[in-house]
């Protein structure tokens, strides 16, 4: 991919490069992937993708969603992470297009498998997941489901569950500061992408703080099912919100089940402990400064954030 | 108004039902006004199902965010806040019907330049392109909503419809079209947001928390829970209502009758009021 990568970014630079890449996406990457989609029995408005900052709650609004479509299915709850997996099996980049890839590399890396039919509790035909930038050609007429949280304690959880997991990482880091050093720009690009996107009326984009859903899972997740288009069965989604907590998901990862089976190398739990605000343990008052100024040079106010649990 | 004002309004109003006359004249109106689709959102809603708590909301939420970060005048209650904030009505304002007004310029802290209010379903071509914000509640507490606080104690209305079962019967395919439009995701092209009366009620500053959201903006919790904490004390918002007549005075309005609904209903947001309404 890397190689991929370099490829392209050199092309890019060829006077006709950026305009090919441009149309390509625009045009012949759009057309395989309507057909994509259509061979799939899948309409476009029907596909949901949680699009999100890593670490942002993606497996969590998965678990809320699957547990309020099996609530409402009359089965037994909880659904673990292994049955959600199971529910919904796809991620978006590697079942439905790999743009990252080409021109050199296969559209898709393996076909999707069929999600749960119970989402159509929901209206929808699928729900996958990506952590890309937001795709304004590709997701046209998807509902795109956008979680974020503040990048202090974005950083501290990709640091417990990547870098200090895996001693064999090429790019690791030695504390959460250095892990926002190297993504920072990829940050900024995130934020910036689906912000731009929210204030755009041709994409129907939902932003949600991670600490906003943690804190009231009842009220977002019924926010969620309502901007759907459908109506809230009150008694479901309180039991989805009971059969998501982090002590069901932590037992059944005791029992095998694993919450992101295509982490590669990853060692333990899949969750820390989801605490907000477990940036002040690795910051100090003078490196919020630091960093607080460095996002509102890009005009992202931290301040503005769930900073505290 | 003046002949050339009726006039006006004569010969545009009929010619908006038409979705691609509208759309025209839509995109006419932004033009000459210097706007973009982006610096709009419409706000979308039928009648008595908290337009006016939405609109209250995020007028306080503006005029807080421009005291704490832009020198803003202080903010305390003020009954007419939304008037000045959102003046624009779609149907008129950006049809061409009447003039369009300019929104208070706090506003801008909300990331849009007007938040135009209709009431009609969702106008999938007119409106492509432009962000939506849609408030619902239970039809048939909407249609006793409806009766109590626009027919009933309204003289020149009372004789419209019977009762309130009346009313329901009547506007009930209306209200299900409207609320159906907006709740239909397969018409792409229009990034909504639905709210539902009964949410916004017990949870109002997660709900403008939750729009602050979709417009891509950060929401200033503190701020959120002042602007609640602002709006209640207009009271016929919490009902569903708050229209220029509930909160100013009006010849034709019965307000012992009007203020005995508000205050009765006050704690349930007069959620559950349509129970005994029948389906006929």
Known sequence: MNLNQSIRDVARRIPPGKSLDFLARGFSYALFYKGHLRERGIEQHKMMIIATIARSGTHYAMLLLTNYVAALASRKLPIGPSEMNIMLPNNWHLNYMSY?????????????????????????????RSHSLFQKVYWRHHKVLHLYRNPLDYSVSLYNYKHKKRPDLPDRCESPEEVLELKFENYCQMYESYTRASSDGRYSVLRIAYESLIFEPHFWLRSIVEWLGCEVDGPALEEAVAASTIKNVKQAENLGGKVNPEALGLRGSFISSGQVGQWREHYTDRQFLFWKDKFLARGIDIEAMILEG | MSIFQRARVAIIRPLVDNDLVARILFSLRLCVSNLQKKDIVILATTTKTGTHYVRFLLAYYAALWSEKYDNGPVVEVDHAIVDSFFPNSWHSGYTFVLSRKQPDYRIGALGI??????HMSLRSFSWRGVRVLHTYRDRKDQAMVSWFMKFNCDRRFRS??????????????????QYSSFADIAKGGTNSLRISFENLFHDPSNTLALILYWLGLEPDRELCERAVSLAKQTQSI?????????RFPNEHVDYAEL????????????I?????????
């Open chain 2, 272 to 280: 559950g009021i349509g129970r005994n309404i029948l389906d006929t």
């Open chain 2, 238 to 246: 919490l009902v569903g209502g708050g229209e220029k007549w509930h």
């Open chain 1, 100 to 128: 990252h890839k080409l021109p050199f590399g296969p559209m898709i890396a393996s076909p999707p498998k069929p999600p749960n039919g119970d989402i159509a509790y929901l209206r929808l035909d699928e729900i996958t």
């Open chain 2, 259 to 270: 203020q005995e609904f508000i205050e009765s209903n006050l704690e349930t947001g007069a």
């Open chain 2, 113 to 118: 330049k007007d938040l135009p209010r209709s």
């Open chain 2, 160 to 177: 419209a419809y019977s009762g309130p079962q009346d009313l329901y019967d009547n506007t009930r395919d209306e209200t299900l079209a």
